[in-house]
């Protein structure tokens, strides 16, 4: 290792980690684990970062682990994680070379510098690196060190459902917590977890306030982010979190994909073997009755179960008249979803236990 680029006595560096604003990525970092700063070596995806707010942009709240919203201001110290971010409405970027200056990506805690963004929303907020977070022998501090402890795969798990979508905001975490809703209905417990994505606990609360009894997501096992990372990797964090779940005795487990079905990691997930191996069945949210026919036609074509179509198009009784003409699946509102029939029938379908 090469000689170390102390700039602050571990003293210092201790009262400057606890006064910052500490993001949701960051959650599972104990404070006590941060003993100094280094600003001599190049980041990595997950390595934790103290900056300094210098402007403000898109995003202007940090969102902290219990989920409130803190305002950022001009000169706030923030301890956040580098970390490539892959959404179309926002911003596409990516773990920079260095500590130079860059941008707060998203209001969850991601660090990293801006390649493109969607003409609609604003310049994202530049932060200034003040440098990673080490241990105490001044070895950088990454997300990866605070995974949970991996479990070995149960041999009996419960069904799985997932919640896929055509794109971005189609409905997908509104179609998981209506799967959770409907599951409470027929008296089950139900788990959640959301295995691929960006940082951020807003999708992870709404399924608890669904009545999910126990929620997983991919920084739970590391992940600041799941774009870029190699499809073993998530179907690891796919596998722990059933693991986990079937574990802490859910009777069937609702799995969130983020971003759309043509997304790299999302195809690469969806098309794996394992993929089927551990997901029984999905519901496709979809914007549009063309997304829905599309989207259902591309998971059939690699042996994925769709069970439904929900999402965003069936705010639209034309759109959803549209998509039930085209596809010989169910469309379903949201209400639905909840009330438990569906959720009922997909279960009693499928094999119970499931071999893992």
Known sequence: MGSLSRIDHPASAATRFAAAKRAYTVRNVPLSELAGLRNDIAPKAGDIVLARVEQLGQHQHLEDAAGRRAKMWPGDEILVAYGNRYAPDQFEAYVPANLQPCNLVAGGGVAAAVASRHPQV???TQIAPIGLATDAEGCPLNLRHFALEPLAAPLQRPPVIAAVGGSMNTGKTTTACGLVR????????????????TGSGGDRWAVADAGAIAVLDFTDFGFVTTFGVPVTQIEMILAQAIARHAKAGAQAIVIEIADGVLQQETAALLGSARFGQMVDAVVYAAESAMSASAGVA???????????????????????????????????????????????????????????
């Open 298 to 356: 591309w998971l059939e074509a690699r042996g994925v179960n769709v069970a439904a179509v929900s999402g965003l198009l069936t705010t639209s009784p034309l759109a959803m008249r549209e998509a039930t003409e085209a596809l010989a699946v169910p469309v379903l509102r949201l209400d639905a979803l909840c009330e438990g029939g569906f959720v009922r029938d997909l279960v009693a379908g499928l094999r119970q236990p499931v071999a893992a």
């Open 122 to 124: 604003r310049a994202a």
């Open 182 to 197: 409907g599951l409470r209905a027929t008296g089950m417990r139900p788990a959640a977890a959301k295995v691929t994505g």
